[in-house]
């Protein structure tokens, strides 16, 4: 049973361009959430998605956007990069049907630098 | 406002002695309650989760932690620390009204010495 797969694992740009991430829930979850994770800090959430719509979103700008595809995976899309993107971007997955556990699964992450 | 604390960032420990990492959480009603371990470029993994019922949970590893309503904390604690236990560890609270939506502390550091 696959976990939570992430791609890419590492990746730099510089400011002002644009990066996709991607995340590929658990089997049988079908909520996909997202957090920033700066370096020596917790993660901070960043939005949900649930039936392919943007269901909760914390405190972001809108320079950061997502999608949902209909097989459940994500991306994650940040515009205009700053310096203070460079995080590790965790992506979560869980269930709001039958298979609701409660917690989250988390991904291994896709560190972003920013030059 | 909403908020999780950890208040230790670093704590030491030789290896077989006990460990506690303290939790404290600042909401309205009883949220979902975690700890998860982070190991160095790793993503995060469930030690144990609280949502009701006996305020003594399990976890993996070894771990375990308690609810205390009163001081609104879930502090973890292991009677032996392992070396492998060396990593960083994060504090979690689920909002029930807010699904899944999960708000970390800033995380305790624990090494351990031989």
């Known amino acids: 049973d696959a976990g939570v797969t992430q791609s890419p694992t590492h990746l730099i740009k510089t400011r002002g361009q644009q990066v996709t991430l991607r995340c590929s829930p658990k089997s049988g979850h079908d909520t996909v959430s997202w957090y920033q994770q700066a370096l020596g800090q917790g993660p901070q959430f960043i939005f949900q998605y649930y039936e392919e719509e943007e269901r909760q979103r914390g405190n972001f700008p809108d320079r950061f956007s997502g999608h949902q595809f209909p097989n459940y995976s994500s991306e994650l899309n940040v515009n205009a990069l700053l310096l203070g993107d460079s995080a590790l971007y965790l992506c979560?997955?869980?269930?709001?049907?039958?298979?609701?556990?409660?917690?989250?699964?988390f991904g291994e992450g896709s560190r972003l630098t920013v030059l | 406002a909403q908020s999780v604390t950890q208040p230790d960032i670093h704590i030491t420990v030789s290896e077989g002695a006990s460990l506690e990492l303290r939790c404290n959480y600042s909401?309205?009603?009883?949220?979902?309650l975690f700890w998860y371990v982070q190991s160095p470029g790793q993503g995060l993994q469930l030690l144990l989760k609280y949502f009701s019922g006996d305020t003594l949970v399990q976890g993996i590893k070894g771990f375990e932690a308690e609810f205390k309503r009163s001081q609104s904390s879930f502090n973890l604690r292991k009677p032996s620390v392992h070396w492998s236990d060396a990593a960083e560890y994060f504090c979690a609270v689920g909002l029930r009204y807010t699904g899944n939506q999960f708000y970390f502390g800033t995380g305790t550091s624990l090494t351990v010495i031989p």
């Open positions: 979560a997955s869980s269930s709001r049907g039958g298979a609701n556990t409660g917690e989250l699964f």
């Open positions: 909401y309205g009603a009883t949220p979902y």
